[in-house]
């Protein structure tokens, strides 16, 4: 039973990543697959890839005892590959970036970028749409910053809670956004306002290493990334919800398996995951009452899981196609 579910869901996501590339293939003039810039048809083959690679992702992360590692290797092969294709069009061939305009790899740009230019944004576009088809998704699978904090995050973390986690992240949302008006509003240049934007990723990237790394757990993405924030708040117009039920017996065993310190004590006695949750199902292996689960309208939690899991590793197949700057 549980290889025909898997394969069935594999099978689904091969055939939804395969069409949905094939119609940007077709319909959009300027390639948009790597391949199919340097190579004519190139693309059709970086689709069977990629679906196959979706297809395998399926497979393996249906296993709740999977789910952790494989989402961890898949988020990471996004974010080199992201990397890598924008340090290769800034040094080598603008082929590689997707629009050839550069910005900066920061995710405070999603929100600070259109307020800063007083345009609208691809990037923050499709930021809203993931929320939209996947609530937080976006911070356990598709962002290209995240990773490198899941990464630093690995281990087994302590039970402690971060106690000044949301007055924290709330000042740091509010503050970018006034920080952002204020450059606008005294007409600072694109070039100082991306060195200041430039300074924020690196305090990120200190965050990670020195906080992050020690307490092995996503202090930047829970505590300091803006967007992440943002995800807590926004999450909410999507469906999709996880929960605790009766049959927890409060033994705490999944709140060291929470990289984003959302099963706290209270959360458990609340009997859902907390404020920062983003869905990543890295816990529910940890639980033996299997009381952890997801939630989508009257569907069994294992469908709701299912269906989860296929529009999180669709998504994540495409950006890994199209993802890039
Ligand atoms: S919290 Fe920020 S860095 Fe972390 S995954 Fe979300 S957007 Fe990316
Ligand atoms: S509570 Fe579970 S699903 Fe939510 S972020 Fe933590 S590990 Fe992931
Ligand atoms: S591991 Fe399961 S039973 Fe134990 S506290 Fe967590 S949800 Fe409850």
Redo the contacts with the bound molecule.
């Keep these: 039973m549980k290889s025909i579910r898997s394969y069935n869901l594999s099978l689904s996501v091969f055939v939804f990543v395969t069409f949905m590339l094939s119609m940007v293939q077709l319909k959009v003039e300027t390639p948009m697959l790597l391949l199919e810039r340097f190579i004519v048809g190139g693309g059709w083959f970086e689709i069977a890839l990629v679906a196959l690679f979706g297809a395998i992702l399926a497979f393996k992360m249906q296993d709740p005892k999977q789910s952790g590692k494989w989402r961890r290797i898949s988020w990471s092969i996004f974010s080199v590959w992201f990397f890598t294709q924008l340090l290769l069009g800034i040094l080598i061939d603008d082929t590689f970036l997707l629009t050839g305009k550069l910005h900066l790899p920061v995710p405070a740009m999603i929100i600070s970028g259109p307020i800063y230019r007083g345009e609208k944004s691809i990037m923050t576009l499709l930021f809203l749409s993931t929320i939209v088809l996947t609530g937080p998704a976006w911070c356990?699978q598709l962002c290209y910053f995240g990773a490198i904090d899941n990464l630093m995050a690995k281990g087994k973390t302590s039970r402690k809670k971060i106690n000044y986690k949301n007055p924290v992240k709330n000042i740091l949302l509010l503050s970018i956004i006034v920080v952002t008006i204020a450059l606008r509003f005294f007409n600072v240049s694109p070039l100082n306002a991306t060195i200041v934007g430039g300074v924020l990723g690196l305090v990120g990237l200190a965050i990670i290493a020195f906080y992050s790394r020690k307490q092995n757990r996503m202090v930047h993405c829970s505590v300091f990334c803006p967007i992440g924030t943002v995800v807590n708040y926004l999450k909410f117009i999507n469906p999709f919800r996880?929960y605790i039920d009766s049959n927890c017996d409060s033994c705490l065993a999944?709140t060291s398996?929470?990289?984003?310190d959302?099963?706290t004590i209270s959360d458990i006695q609340n009997r859902k995951?907390?404020h920062?949750?983003?869905?990543?199902?890295?816990?529910?292996s940890s639980c033996k009452t299997n009381s952890?689960k997801y939630k989508f309208f009257g569907f069994s939690s294992n469908n709701a899981r299912n269906l989860y899991l296929f529009l999180t590793i669709s998504l994540y197949s495409i950006f890994l196609a199209m993802g890039r700057i």
Excluded at 276 to 284: A, R, V
Aim: charged letters at 10%.
């Design positions: 356990s996880m999944c398996n929470c990289k984003y959302a099963l995951t907390g920062g949750c983003t869905f990543c199902g890295d816990c529910i952890i």
